[in-house]
């Protein structure tokens, strides 16, 4: 329910605020939370009146199983009735993702063992840390993690 929000909170960011809403919050003043199925309609009121909108959804493996699946319907409603374009990244292992989006293209990305040693010697450049560094990591990494940050 907090990304489905947060989403809405996005959309509203430049848009109108629709008159639902307006009669919502003079109902439930500003402490009031939406329900499900009330901000799974304000959402498709917004997305009607912007006409296509582009959601980015990160680390959606990181959702608790239950509010994943209710999200994962509510967004699977939206794209069914509505102009918008989904980009969603995940870990492979959540079956519900896997499952929701199997229909659709994806890309697997997969994290290079020196793009790793690459980001780790950045890292302890940026943060000065080289000294703490011990000589079997800097054997890994590479001699430069162990001569910068003395």
């Known amino acids: 329910m907090a990304v489905l929000s947060c989403i809405l909170r996005q959309l509203l960011e430049d848009a109108e605020i629709p008159q639902p809403l ?3 919050y003079g109902k439930r003043g500003a402490k009031g939370q939406l329900h499900f199925p009330e901000c799974q309609g304000l959402l498709a009121d917004i997305v009607t009146r912007l006409g296509r909108v582009y959601l980015v959804i990160d680390a959606l493996d ?9 999200f994962l319907q509510a967004v699977n ?3 069914q009735m509505h102009d918008i374009r989904l980009l969603v990244t995940s870990r492979p292992h959540t079956q519900d993702v896997a499952e ?14 020196e793009d790793i040693r690459t980001y780790l010697r950045q890292e302890i450049d940026r943060q000065g840390i080289g000294y703490r560094v011990d000589a079997e990591f800097i054997r890994e990494t590479g001699p430069e993690a162990g001569r910068r940050g003395k």
């Open 100 to 113: 929701m989006f199997q229909r659709h293209s994806t890309l697997k990305i997969e994290a290079q063992t």
């Open 77 to 79: 409603n939206l794209t």
């Open 22 to 24: 307006t009669e919502l």
């Open 62 to 70: 990181e959702c608790e199983p239950k509010h994943r699946r209710e």
